[in-house]
């Protein structure tokens, strides 16, 4: 049978001995007129309906750490956090307010949770001291229309937009956690918006953050400039046309669409975005080809090489950014031809890209075979448990002899042999067991490899 507990008194106090008010499932607790419920370092779970469908209050005070869970979303009226000293309220689940978050004192952990505050919610107060917060993730947003906006700040959240056009009805959802781009490097301030109207085009609009000095995540705030994102990961540097240091905040006009945004500086962000790479064998060299989709304080991109038979790569090249500045918001294409030994393939590439203040960040890894016609030798196998023979494979050079030696760890040398250059089985000296360096020569050609004798 469904239960139903009606609260119509103006206040009510809860400090339970197991610090916890629990609805349970097929319980309705229902908040009628003003009526108040004081959870005084009280958890609340919600196994079953919590409604609050006026001006009914939750206030969670007192100085412990308490959360909200259970496995049905709440729907709170009002929500007020009172807690005092180190106090935290946290979340163990989402919430929903349809009215007003009350922030007198201390802080809202989201904790990968969010708060949906619908079409009519707000935050009330917030302030430096009493504020939602989570670093690790989780939302608070809400659902508006925005048509043609002026100096609009829809649900208290900080985003200030002005507009001629119509966004018609718009999601707008802050989050907590510092920015970073596509290799997982740079920063932001703990703060960032997500926006998304239904006409997201031609706007021409003002955005303005605010943000609070706990945000800041050690960032010259008079540096301070908007950064977008379509994609979360590749940004790209919007500028500023306004910012207060005292005031908190700093936007930028003549935007004609809306994704995520955020804060940060030039010197915190990655100088290059969208880094990319590519390669084949051309022309007896091995061709790269690498992409920027942004750049911001550039200098150099080094290219690193590595062969089979090598355990680091090594810088073998140098390309300077080849904008003024190592400033752009277009994508870049970049190529370098490296010379590489053929006979020791495969061969692996990256590109490390440097920053003007020496900061790195490196591509992906891409690994080039240079083709058959171009090798000398491709390997030797089997390369252990070798028993009488190993199996030399050419490559397709145009060679009549070749010369192998075969060297103990010593560098004794224990076979000394011409042989015709084509794939084949060669007979090996008694050996005993134990590591053998192969060397073959034929002219200004040159390989080596080892093997492993039982």
Partial sequence: ??????????????????????????????????????????????????????????????TGNNQISGTSVPTFAE???????????????????SGKIIFTSNLIELDNHNIDLGTTGFLEGENENSRITGTSGG??????????PTSANPGNLGAVITSSQNLGSTVIRRGHQSQVNSSGTGNSIYRYYDITPTNNTGLNATLRINYFD?????????????????????????GQSARDAVSNYTEQTGLNNFSRWTLSTNAAVLPVTGLHLTGRWKNDAAWLEWMTQTEYNNSHF??????????????????????????????????????????????????????LDGATAYSNIISIRPDASSLFIQKIYPTIGVK????????????NKMQVQVFDISGRLMLNKEMNYQSGWMSLPQLAAGTYKVFVRS??????????KD
């Fill in 79 to 97: 929500l007020e956090i009172a807690k005092t000293g180190t106090g935290l309220l946290t979340l163990d689940n989402d919430i929903y307010v």
């Fill in 214 to 238: 706990a945000e800041k995540n050690s960032l010259d705030e008079n540096a301070f400039e908007l950064f977008s994102s379509s994609d979360n990961v590749n940004w790209t540097n919007r």
């Fill in 1 to 62: 049978m469904k239960k139903i507990i009606s609260l119509i008194m103006l206040n009510c106090v809860i400090h339970t001995a197991t610090a916890q008010l629990y609805v349970s499932p097929g319980t309705t607790l229902y908040l009628a007129g003003d009526a108040k419920i004081t959870l005084q370092n009280t958890d609340l779970v919600n196994e079953g309906t919590i409604s609050a469908p006026s001006i009914g209050r939750f206030i969670f005070n007192g």
């Fill in 388 to 399: 009488g023979s190993v199996y030399i494979a050419t490559g397709g050079m145009q060679i």
């Fill in 302 to 355: 080094n290219i690193e090489r590595k062969y089979d038979d090598e355990l680091n790569f090594y810088i073998v090249g140098r390309k300077n950014t080849t904008h003024p500045g190592g400033n752009s918001t277009t994508p870049t294409t970049y190529h370098w031809t490296d010379h590489a030994l053929s006979n020791k393939s495969p061969i692996q590439y990256r590109i490390q890209q440097q920053s």
């Fill in 139 to 148: 939302t608070v947003f809400l659902t508006t229309s925005l048509n043609a």
């Fill in 443 to 452: 002219g200004e050609y040159k390989w080596e490899g080892s093997f492993v």
